[in-house]
């Protein structure tokens, strides 16, 4: 008997452990805030972008050294395992990301409710309704974006994104400087919205600071869905489109 009830109170603590790690993964007990970091991670195909180096070659055989990548991340919004959404508010969701400077590549975004999330969404430049509410409305992301020289003028609208350097060819055989760019048009204004699953639910407590890595693949900007050769004139509705390819979650960590 004395054997049969060491048995059973080991089986009872074991059954309360497992409900209270159960009970740790209910959302119904996740409260307070915490902090979600996002990680951008600019790589060239399957290698990570180094500026000034030279890439491999693109589908239409043009070799790229990429000197400058800068885009502006907007709009924030995180949806939960339950289906509901947390949106990051507008006025503090403008970010430049900038490959040069280190600090801009990982975003600290605080006050995020407590849950699980599955899911990230996020805008590629100046959404058009914050536009139209003119400089003003902007004033300090607006200083922001003139010094990293996205927006060049407040009539001619933001850069959301900028990638520069130079590239050779078959028929280009000395270096020949390239741009590629994304911004308003006279015919469309051209912010684009991503939608990203996440490959592992980011677990934000007021303890546990999870961190989303994404990577973007700046080759897909001119070698996506279409293919652009820097050879003619870019087109800026085409690099648009190619976003949809561009950015990806390589994992999270929840630590």
Known sequence: MKLFFTKTM?????????ASCSSDDDNTN???????????????????????????????????????VKYIVSNIVLTKDDGATFTYPKGE??????????TS???DLEDVPAANYVKI???????????????????????????????PSWEEG???LDVEGTFTASNYPEATPFLIMIGKTPANYNYKEITLNLPTKALVRTNIAPEIHIVADVSKL?????????????????VTQNLDGVFSVAHVHND
């Open 93 to 102: 969701s403008y970010f430049i990301i900038d490959e040069s400077d280190e």
């Open 30 to 68: 996740i409260t307070g805030t915490g902090t979600l970091g996002v990680e951008f991670d600019n790589a060239f195909g399957s290698n990570d972008l180094i500026l000034n180096a030279a890439n491999t070659a693109t589908s239409n055989g043009e070799v790229l050294k990429v000197s400058n």
């Open 222 to 238: 001119i070698d996506g869905m279409n293919k652009i050769s820097l050879t003619n004139a870019v087109n800026i509705g085409l």
């Open 121 to 151: 969404k996020f805008g590629i430049g100046v959404d058009e309704a914050n536009y139209n509410l003119g400089q003003t409305a902007q004033s300090a992301f607006a200083l922001q974006a003139q010094s990293a020289g996205l927006l």
């Open 105 to 107: 590549l990982v975003l």
């Open 10 to 18: 080991v089986i009872l603590a074991i059954g309360l452990l497992l």
């Open 158 to 160: 933001y850069k959301f």
